[in-house]
């Protein structure tokens, strides 16, 4: 998983939310509830804190039974007829 298709996720999910949870692709609410774990101070927090807030988070959500890690892997598979097609156009 990168960075840029978990943000990718989030922004077809803007777009297509209904489509995604017929599907049980919605990331907004995952990614939510981990960015909420992170202090509050994560605005004013030094670049070294917020490279350890952004690596943790990365090494979780990409654990191989995490959900978000998952729906990211399903994607294409679970919309061929539309996600599947912007991911591969770039249109995102």
């Known amino acids: 998983m990168t960075t840029a298709s978990l943000i990718d996720a989030c922004v077809m999910e803007c777009y297509f ?3 995604m949870a017929e599907r049980d692709l919605l990331f907004h609410d995952l990614v ?3 960015l909420a774990a992170y202090p509050a101070d994560r605005g004013t927090a030094s670049e070294a804190k917020q490279r350890d807030v952004l690596a943790h ?3 979780t959500v990409n ?3 995490h959900p978000v890690r998952n729906r990211l892997i ?3 598979a679970d919309s061929p007829d539309l996600l599947a097609i912007i991911k591969e156009e770039g249109r995102v």
């Open 63 to 65: 654990a191989p039974s």
């Open 17 to 19: 939310r209904e489509h």
């Open 32 to 34: 939510a509830q981990h």
């Open 74 to 76: 399903r994607l294409t």
């Open 57 to 59: 988070l990365h090494a």
